[in-house]
């Protein structure tokens, strides 16, 4: 069973501290690890897919990078409107199209 | 334009009672799904859709029942509601291809008193 454990589960940060979030996985053959946002009250919002270890991807203050057993989210000089909760998801070769999702990390970004 | 549209956004309603959620995507996507969100945020499935045929079935109560008329909407009904169902059920939808992210509706925020 394909298992997601992201950490910590709450972060609070000042207006361009940087730092990471943590997707720990477990998986029976990767097929895509997914981050998402989500705001409050909003359903999650796509940010990136990562196919294979080493891979990196980066959008604007947002860099995700993947190892074989975990997912790093790097928030550079973040701003208060990057405060939400970051969802981490995988899909396993024998998943189907079914996601597992992660509890996500709330993330609080103070001017 | 909203991409994952579902109605209502919030349900307040007694145990017992019977209630649907509506769910409508103008992506051209092929695949549809239900997630329960509980109170700690964690994202479950529920349901999958391709094209209009059932291809995941979680281990959902009965009284949960999808139904999609075509491949752009898919519907939940519930039946007999539980104080155990308040939740946040959330409808997305994909290509269907490999690795194909989800794209996922607001919501809808279901309390059963």
């Known amino acids: 069973e394909d298992q997601v454990t992201q950490s910590p589960e709450a972060l609070r940060l000042q207006e361009g501290e940087s730092s990471s979030l943590n997707c720990s996985y477990t998986?029976?053959?990767?097929?895509?690890l997914f981050w998402y946002r989500q705001d409050p009250g909003k359903g999650p919002e796509f940010l990136f897919t990562?196919?294979?270890a080493g891979e990196e991807k980066e959008k604007e203050r947002l860099k995700a990078t993947l190892t074989k057993k975990e997912s790093f989210l790097h928030i550079t000089a973040p701003k208060p409107e990057d405060s939400a909760t970051y969802l981490c998801a995988v899909q396993g070769w024998t998943s189907g199209s079914r996601l597992t999702f992660g509890e996500g990390t709330q993330l609080t970004v103070n001017p | 334009d909203t991409a994952v549209s579902q109605t209502p956004k919030y349900l307040v309603t007694q145990m017992g009672n019977d209630k649907s959620i509506k769910c409508e995507q103008n992506l051209g996507h092929d695949t549809m799904y239900w997630y329960k969100q509980d109170s700690k945020k964690f994202l479950k499935i529920m349901f999958s859709y391709n094209n209009k045929e059932l291809i995941i079935n979680e281990t959902v109560p009965n009284r949960f029942s999808p139904k999609s008329p075509d491949k752009a909407h898919l519907n939940l009904h519930i039946n007999s509601l539980e104080l155990g169902d308040s939740a946040v059920y959330f409808c997305?939808?994909?290509?269907?291809?490999?690795?194909?992210?989800?794209?996922f509706g607001n919501g809808t925020r279901l309390t059963v008193t």
């Open positions: 998986v029976s053959g990767l097929r895509g």
């Open positions: 997305a939808s994909s290509s269907g291809t490999v690795n194909s992210p989800l794209h």
């Open positions: 990562l196919y294979s």
